[in-house]
């Protein structure tokens, strides 16, 4: 379908937006005036949780059971948390580190809220702080 066919569909008005609107040209995503205005309010917390959770996303083929994350099934969860990692200093790759992640259920990872969970395997997290 033409512009211009797009134009006699919806009118005007959706072709103006449709021009002011703009792609964010590294990552292809659309990024609309609403969410623009929005991260204008974002604090340095806001930063650091994008900055996880955009690691970890990069990095989620590798967490073991991936494959059964959903909205309402499994969660992925950062043994030590965001908060945590936020308070204390601790660089954001580090806790998107697959290490660092794991699979539960949804009902618990809201119940864990910003609670740690140090063993073995991200042990060395906690090393880097000290």
Excluded at 37 to 48: A, L, N, V
Excluded at 59 to 80: L, S, V
Excluded at 85 to 113: T, V
Aim: aromatic share 12%; net charge positive; hydrophobic share 30%.
């Amino acid at each position: 379908m033409e512009i211009e066919d797009y134009q006699q569909k919806y009118g005007k008005q959706w072709l103006i937006r449709w021009n002011s609107d703009k792609l964010a040209q590294n990552d292809n995503i659309y990024i609309g005036k609403s969410s623009q205005r929005r991260k204008q309010h974002w604090r340095d917390y806001d930063y650091y949780s994008d900055s996880v959770k955009r690691l970890t996303n990069e990095n989620k083929h590798q967490i073991p059971n991936i494959h059964k994350r959903g909205f309402h099934a499994y969660h992925i969860d950062h043994k030590i948390s965001v908060k945590f990692g936020y308070d204390n200093g601790i660089l954001a790759e580090h806790i998107a580190h697959p290490s660092n992640c794991e699979m539960i259920w949804w009902k618990d990872n809201i119940r864990k809220s910003d609670k740690c969970k140090v063993d073995e395997s991200n042990q060395w997290i906690m090393n880097e702080m000290e």
